[in-house]
């Protein structure tokens, strides 16, 4: 089985930067190699940290660190950590991380960056024909286009119209946070068992709220639009409404996200995608044309065959004519995945002095330089 982490940082100046971490999975040799400080003994369980994290603002870096560690029920004995640096003023910040065996892959994605945005705007008006150079007359259209994803929480917006009276008002909030924050990737295997179990907690945020009204009356408008939420989403589509009044507010938030993987070399036995999230959606509508409605909440557990998470919900619906429609929907998540205390080994806090004499004494030797820390700089 392996396991790639890839860290992507977009520079202002620089291009793209991308740091790749591969770890190539085994279990730890049940026999010292001679001459060797990072010797195994028998009984380990493999316990690897990948974590990235944001250092001083004022260097603007990021780190990323590898540390594979070997806790033995004797106590620890096998230590190992990679960093990677980069170093700019960065406007986004991507990382993935894939999960292959011999059988299957699970893969992961997430995009971010530290953000806030404010709109605000009222239009009133007519859409009608204007008249361009040397008399000719142009066709008129209005056209909207909106498109914003930060850490999988999308919001999507088109709408197109043609000559009539058009209304419109429309305000929205985004904050989107990576500020000292870590992504930890915790990747363990107990000693006996072929089965690797691989955490993923991200504590990047995301709120957008948005709300709009629109009043069109005309020859005919288009309204479409999206949002989305880690894996949830609702999706309105609105044609060929000559008569079109609608109010609509809606609110998605993203909290944390954690995943959990547990696999073998032959095969990924299961993952859950558990990210705590909030998609609510008010609509009022009078529509006189064509109104789809489509909606999907996913479940957290990953389909091993298909390679994506099963809704545990999803409905469409679809209107003819003149109707009044309102509706309100919410779809909500929370991980309560505890999250454990690091099981360090002695080595990263003190060494073989720092040990309980009745751990030392299990070893029936000395081991002391086994477990000096001096050439780490811990």
């Not at 001679?34 to 260097?59: H, K, Q």
């Not at 080994?345 to 030797?365: I, Q, T, V």
Request: glycine share 6%.
């Amino acid at each position: 089985m392996s396991i790639f982490v890839s860290i992507h940082q977009n520079l202002f100046h620089l291009g793209t930067r991308r740091s790749v971490w591969y770890l190539q999975t085994g279990s730890c040799s049940k026999r010292p190699e001679p001459d060797s400080r990072r010797s195994a003994l028998l009984g380990i369980n493999i316990r690897y940290r990948v974590t990235m994290i944001r250092s001083l603002p004022s260097f603007r870096q990021q780190i990323l660190k590898a540390k594979l560690i070997c806790n033995i029920k004797f106590r620890a004995v096998l230590s190992m950590i990679i960093i990677m640096i980069m170093i700019s003023s960065a406007c986004a910040v991507y990382w993935s991380s894939g999960i292959k065996t011999d059988t299957g892959l699970w893969y992961i994605y997430r995009q971010s960056s530290n953000v806030s945005f404010n709109n605000t705007q009222t239009i009133i008006g007519t859409v009608s024909p204007v008249q361009g150079l040397h008399g000719r007359i142009l066709s008129p259209y209005q056209s909207t286009y909106k498109d914003i994803k930060y850490n999988d929480v999308v919001f999507k917006e088109r709408r197109s119209a043609l000559e009539g009276s058009y209304e419109s008002t429309e305000q929205m909030d985004l904050i989107s946070r990576i500020d000292d924050s870590a992504i930890n990737i915790d990747f363990f295997k107990p000693f006996g068992s072929d089965v690797y179990t691989i955490n993923y907690p991200e504590m990047w945020s995301v709120q957008l709220s948005a709300a709009k009204t629109i009043n069109y009356s005309g020859k005919m408008i288009n309204d479409w639009d999206y949002n989305g939420n880690n894996n949830d989403f609702i999706n309105f589509n609105l044609l060929y409404n000559h008569q079109l009044m609608r109010e609509t507010k809606t609110l998605m938030w993203l909290q944390r996200m954690n995943a959990t993987v547990q696999a073998t070399d032959y095969g990924i036995l299961s993952a859950e995608f558990k990210p705590t999230k909030y998609l609510g959606r008010q609509d009022k509508i009078h529509s006189t044309g064509i109104a789809d409605l489509s909606y999907r909440q996913a479940g957290s557990l990953y389909d091993v065959t298909r390679r994506n998470y099963p809704p545990i919900s999803e409905g469409r619906e679809r209107y003819y004519g003149t109707y009044d429609l309102i509706r309100l929907m919410e779809m909500k998540s929370l991980d309560f995945t505890p999250r454990e205390e690091d099981e360090w080994l002695y080595c990263c806090e003190g060494g073989w002095e720092s040990m309980m004499k009745s751990d030392r004494d299990a070893f029936g030797a000395n081991a002391s330089s086994v477990f000096d820390c001096s050439c780490y700089g811990v």
